[in-house]
């Protein structure tokens, strides 16, 4: 006759195994096909904005004279890019 230590085993091993397969399918599932890469799809009655739907931002005129100080010192620094 199996003891209880064997039985408790044999049946952590028959839900564990349970566990990992369901868990394995589930994953499966999630995973878009091999070789397609695809945007999600916007909810049934709604698209999705683009970048022609936005309105461009005037930039206020700090911020502004701020970038325009920024490229005069990007142009001073020597950095590497893309070495």
């Known amino acids: 006759m199996l ?3 064997t039985i408790l085993f044999l049946a952590g091993l028959i839900f ?3 566990g ?3 868990a ?3 994953s499966a599932k ?5 070789g397609r890469l695809e945007q999600p799809a916007a909810p049934v ?4 904005p683009q970048t022609k739907d936005v309105a461009p ?3 206020p005129p700090a911020d502004q004279a701020t970038r325009e ?13 893309g070495c």
Request: hydrophobic share 35%.
């Open 30 to 34: 999630a995973r878009p096909p091999a």
């Open 45 to 48: 009655g709604h698209r999705q």
């Open 24 to 26: 394995w399918a589930e």
């Open 20 to 22: 990992v397969l369901s």
């Open 3 to 5: 003891t209880r230590t």
């Open 57 to 59: 931002t005037d930039i």
């Open 69 to 81: 100080l920024d490229k005069a010192l990007e142009k001073k620094l020597t950095i590497c890019r």
């Open 16 to 18: 564990g195994f349970g």
